[in-house]
C-alpha cells in the first residue's frame, strides 16, 4: 500500500478508508447492540452485572480482531490502543444500556435495519457511537498511519448509573493528554452544565406534607426554578432546568436534578432552597461541577474543524444542559454523535440511528483522531 510522505493523508484518503470498513462496522455494531447491556447485580469479575461484562468482553474481542492492543481495567472499563507513547488522546463513551421500558415497536435487543435506520437500545447511546471511533481508527490503521501520540478508543461500562466505572479507571491509569466523548450531540460542545441531585424532605413528613410540597412546587410549577428559590440563566448557558423529579416512599422526601449554568454554584443553589422553603431540609445526594472549556483552545477548534470539513455545517462551538465523562474526565469535551435537529431519542422506545449518520460519524471521527494525534 502506498504511504505519503510523512505520514500525512488528505481528508479523500481518510473517508475512502473509511467506506471500505462500512459493511464491518455495521455487523459490528449489530453484534453488539443485540447484547442486553443493562446494569445487572454485581458478581465476581462483573461489577456492572453479567450483561455489561458480555458486551466489555465482545468490544475487546472486536478491537484485537482489528489488530489493535486490548486491556480490561478490572472489569470497570476496557480500550483498544494504537502507537506507543506514554501519552495518549481517546474516545471514550460506553457499553451499558438504560433499561428498555414499554412502547417498542422493534425488537429492543434487535438491531434490526429497516429503510436504513438501525434500531436497538444502545444503537445511539453510545454503542453505536464509540464503534464508529473504533471503525476511525480501524481505518487510520489500515492507511498506514502512525501516530505521533497514542490513541485509545474506551469502553466504558457504568455511565448510565453513577461512573463509578470512570473513577476506577482513572486511579489506576493517566488521563488523556485531550479527547472526546461520543455521547452528546454536534457541533463539539466546548462547555457542560453542573448537574445537583438533591433530596427535599419536610419537617414533619407526612404524606400531606409531601402532597402539599409536590402541588406547589412541582405539580403546578416551571421546570426553572421559581417554585425552588433557584431561578437562574445567563447568555451563555441559558436557564437553569430542573429535571428527573422522583418521589421517595420510605423518607417521604422528593429527590431532583437540577441543571446549573456556571455563573452559580452548587452552594449556592441549596442555600437559596433552603431560604425559599424554610419548612424542609434539603440534602445535597450528588453534584457535579459545570466543566467548560477555552473555545480557542486546540481541542475545540480541531474538532470543530473536522466537522466542518465532513458535513459543511455550521461548527460554532455549543454548551449543553446534558453531563457525560467529561465531568470526570480530564481534557476531553463532548462531541456528536446527535447532529443539529435530533433530540431526545437515546432513552425512548424504539431507539434509532440512521446508516448514513453512523457512516458520517466514523468520519467524522477519523478526521479527530487523525489530526489530534499528529
Known amino acids: 500500500m502506498f ?8 481528508d479523500k484518503d481518510i473517508f475512502e478508508a473509511v467506506d471500505a470498513l462500512v459493511p464491518q462496522m455495521i455487523r459490528a455494531i449489530q453484534n453488539i447492540v443485540r447484547i442486553d447491556s443493562v446494569q445487572g447485580s454485581s458478581v465476581p469479575e462483573a461489577p456492572f452485572g453479567a450483561g455489561v461484562k458480555k458486551a466489555l468482553t465482545q468490544a475487546l474481542i472486536d478491537s484485537a480482531e482489528l489488530g489493535f492492543a486490548t486491556e480490561n481495567i478490572g472489569n470497570h472499563m476496557g480500550y483498544a ?20 421500558g414499554t412502547g417498542w415497536t422493534h425488537e429492543p435487543f434487535g438491531a434490526e435495519i429497516v429503510d436504513g435506520i438501525m434500531y436497538g437500545r444502545g444503537v445511539l447511546d453510545n454503542k453505536g457511537p464509540i464503534y464508529t471511533c473504533l471503525y476511525a481508527l480501524a481505518a487510520l490503521k489500515k492507511l498506514g498511519f502512525k501516530p505521533k501520540t497514542q490513541i485509545r478508543i474506551i469502553f466504558g461500562c457504568n455511565e448510565e448509573t453513577g461512573f463509578t466505572d470512570l473513577e476506577y479507571y482513572l486511579a489506576h ?11 452528546c450531540k454536534y457541533p463539539v460542545v466546548y462547555a457542560e452544565r453542573g448537574r445537583l441531585v438533591v433530596r427535599v424532605l419536610p419537617h414533619r413528613q407526612t404524606p400531606e406534607d409531601l402532597a402539599e410540597l409536590l402541588n406547589d412546587r412541582v405539580l403546578n410549577a416551571r421546570d426553572t426554578g421559581e417554585a425552588f428559590g433557584i431561578a437562574y440563566a445567563d447568555k ?11 418521589v421517595d416512599p420510605q423518607l417521604r422526601a422528593l429527590e431532583m436534578s437540577i441543571s ?27 453534584n457535579w461541577n459545570p466543566v467548560r472549556f477555552d473555545r480557542s483552545s486546540r481541542l475545540v477548534q480541531t474538532l470543530r474543524s473536522t466537522y466542518e470539513r465532513v458535513t459543511g455545517l455550521d461548527g460554532t462551538p455549543v454548551t ?9 474526565m480530564p481534557h476531553i469535551v463532548p462531541f456528536g454523535p446527535s447532529f443539529p435537529g435530533q433530540k431526545g431519542i437515546g432513552h425512548l422506545p424504539d431507539e434509532w440511528m440512521a446508516l448514513d449518520d453512523l457512516v458520517t460519524n466514523a468520519k467524522i471521527y477519523a478526521l479527530s483522531l487523525y489530526e489530534l494525534s499528529r
Open 260 to 286: 446549573y449554568p456556571a455563573g452559580i454554584t452548587a452552594d449556592e443553589l441549596v442555600s437559596r432552597m433552603r431560604t425559599a422553603l424554610p419548612n424542609t431540609c434539603i440534602e445535597t445526594i450528588t
Open 320 to 328: 449543553t444542559t446534558g453531563g457525560t465523562y467529561a465531568k470526570l
Open 81 to 100: 490502543s494504537f502507537g506507543s507513547s506514554k501519552e495518549y488522546v481517546c474516545a471514550v463513551g460506553h457499553l451499558d444500556v438504560v433499561p428498555t
Open 236 to 246: 451563555e448557558f441559558g436557564k437553569l432546568q430542573i429535571k428527573n423529579y422522583r
Open 3 to 10: 504511504v505519503p510522505v510523512e505520514n500525512t493523508f488528505s
Open 173 to 183: 491509569q493517566k488521563p488523556p493528554c485531550m479527547g472526546f466523548t461520543p455521547d
